[in-house]
């Protein structure tokens, strides 16, 4: 049985989540929301004695670059050792916490130069984007590692061949190992054969030894997270018609990969198999795959006997399954403690009544918050742990002996909750019939019988994406409802995590039936009484973005205005480059096609803001200033250029600064929604 915390705890702690009053709502400055985070990615040590995390700058006047911090776990009335980034313009944007005081981390720096086509850059000429470096370091910051790149395996390479290579090598730490005090498995890009390898890396020489190879069609699947063997192994079969994944699994330790007929998929029929656990003890595998379901499931499988278990292990009847989350204590390592599924969040379905538990507690004592567990210790006396939600951007603390809590800093402390609307999973029919989810967030202070105001329809980008409620470290969640603005983020045809129905529904229909869904997500909001229709936007990003020019261009829109960050106009830009191989043709091209909407510009009818970043290799800014000059003369438009921001999150506080203050200057000027 769970044994939950009780609620006392927080409140002698004086950390309980905040009680709401009748709420008094006031626009969220645009600099509060811009400005860093005052603490981020907290991430712990696997022996718990060491802490990193991105601080943002308290004094000064460089606000616009995070430093990393390390605390000794064992004593936290230490300060912090702090490191800023290396020269003017380096931004430190993650962390990950290895083992015995040592770190991975991540940093960019902006590039201009020529690619060749190389990272999504020109194939002629220079690009202007990032450069993102993986280093390794410990908790004295004192030196940086680049392991990742193979540094001797360079010589006598083209300038152009070592920047693609450099541009390339994003490497990630696929495994902590922990049977072994030194060593992590590492994946980095070859210098030989620009194929991905894994290796061992010793964290106290840097020493680097290559255990495996991907090469051609074949690729590493599963890696032990005890001692980081590959169990498993992908290889994709080309057929006349389709591409098929073929499974290669060892049935124990040592042996050799063999073939799984049981486990072949259709990859172009969009079926995914994933091994995600072996359990050493069954020797069982933990499969997650839709091949037989239009949801993801969990199924254990037996590779002596080459069966998948009759029923799925886990399966959630509304949502697909994501994961599981397995024991790093020594003593029973890999053991089932909960799998995890794709709601409105990341949810837990917990097995293990100890930590499941106090994880229980901690949501009763935190009513909306969702705990997520940074650290647990062998006999979880202490619990690192993270609370958020849409109204939250994250809060850490230690719980010490299953009784002392301490708070260890918030993200946004200077935001108050009240100025944000709440967040809840709803579904709306679509004007063919398809049941259709979405996230609603109310404007701040909204109850029940308040009168019809003002909307934002939101489509996510991808197009094969979806949105999670909680914190949106985008920002525009916070920033909408603060401003009376309810949010409808419809999860429209063509989605994932939804299930494989809901994702192939999308097919060739961007620009129409996806757009459709769109429309018909603003007539309900109408018709449940949360919009007036005289007064809705619409307003998206990268493949929002191309929703929001569709929006701009369709006849009878429902729209009084459209905002379009980073978009495309033309269908054959949804995802550039799939057209390069018949596996990409197959699967990829017909699926992902849809309108041009560009061709529809004389039919422009409503103000549009279109706001590119000018370092965007994925979606380059000539995609947006091709469609303001389509329609600038048909209707109301605005083109704003934001300097040095690339496609993808994190954006400095300057650039989110920019685009905020544009986006609000036109909701209140060409919108008519102050």
Known sequence: ???????????????????????????????????????????????????????????????????????????????????????????????????????????????????????????????????????????????????????????????????????????????????????????????????????????????????????????????????????????????????????????????????????????????KLDVIHWDGQTGLYYILTNKMSDKAQIYTYDPKTKTLSDEPVFAHPDFDAAGMVTSTVAAEFGK?????????????????????????????????????????????????????????????????????????GAARPWIDPADIGDTKLVYYDARDGRKTPALLTTPAGWKEGDAPGKAIVLPHGGPWARDFGGWDASGWIPFLTSRGFAVLQPQYRGSTDWGLDQWRAGDGQYGYKAQDDLEDGAAWLVSSGLAKADRMAIFGYSYGGYAAMAATTRTNSPFQCAIAGAGYAESAKINVGVDRSRFGR??????????????????????????????????PNTFGEAFYNAVKGHTKAKYVSIADQPHSLPWTPDQQRQSLEAIEDFLYGECGLK
């Open 1 to 271: 049985m769970m044994k939950p915390i009780l609620t006392s705890l927080l409140l002698a702690c004086g950390l309980a989540a905040p009680v709401m009053g009748p709420a008094s709502a006031d626009p969220i400055p645009i600099d509060d929301l811009a400005r860093l985070p005052a603490i981020e990615n907290v991430t712990v040590t696997t022996d718990g004695k060491t802490m990193f995390a991105l601080l943002g700058p308290s004094t000064g006047n460089d606000q616009d670059r995070a430093v990393v911090a390390a605390w000794d776990l064992e004593d936290l009335s230490k300060a912090p050792v702090i490191a800023g980034p290396d020269g003017n313009d380096s931004e430190f944007m993650y962390l990950q916490a290895l083992k015995n005081g040592y770190v991975l981390a991540a940093v960019r720096r902006p590039f201009t130069g020529s690619l060749r086509g190389c990272s999504e850059g020109k194939s002629t000429g220079s690009t202007r984007t990032w450069v993102v470096k993986t280093l390794i370091t410990d908790k004295t910051f004192k030196k940086f590692e680049e392991p990742f790149i193979d540094m001797g395996s360079m010589r006598g390479m083209s300038k152009n061949t070592e920047t693609c290579l450099r541009m390339e090598a994003r490497g990630s730490v696929v495994s902590r190992m922990a049977a072994d005090p030194d060593t992590v498995l590492i994946s980095r890009l070859s210098a030989k054969s620009f194929e991905t390898e894994l290796a061992r890396l010793n964290l106290k020489d840097n020493k680097v030894d290559v255990v495996y190879q991907n090469s051609g069609t074949r690729a590493a699947g599963y890696a032990d997270p005890w001692d980081g063997e590959v169990m498993s192994e992908a290889d994709f079969d080309e057929t006349s018609d389709t591409f098929y994944q073929d499974t290669y699994l060892k049935v124990e330790k040592g042996g050799t990969l063999e073939k799984q007929d049981a486990l072949r998929i259709d990859l172009v029929d969009r079926r």
């Open 586 to 619: 197959m699967a990829y091209a017909n699926a992902l096609s849809g309108k041009d909407v560009i061709r529809d510009a004389d039919q422009a009818s409503i103000p549009v803001l279109i706001f590119h970043g000018d370092r965007d290799v994925r979606v």
């Open 336 to 408: 089932v403690l909960g799998f995890t599924y794709y709601a409105d969040i990341v949810r837990t379905t917990w097995v293990d009544p100890d930590l499941g538990g106090i994880v229980l507690g901690l949501e009763q004592a935190m009513p909306g918050e969702n705990i997520s567990v940074i650290y647990a210790s062998d006999d979880r006396n202490r619990i690192i742990f993270e609370a958020s939600s849409v109204k939250n951007a994250g809060r850490f603390y230690v719980l010490d002996d299953r009784k002392n809590l301490q708070s260890l």
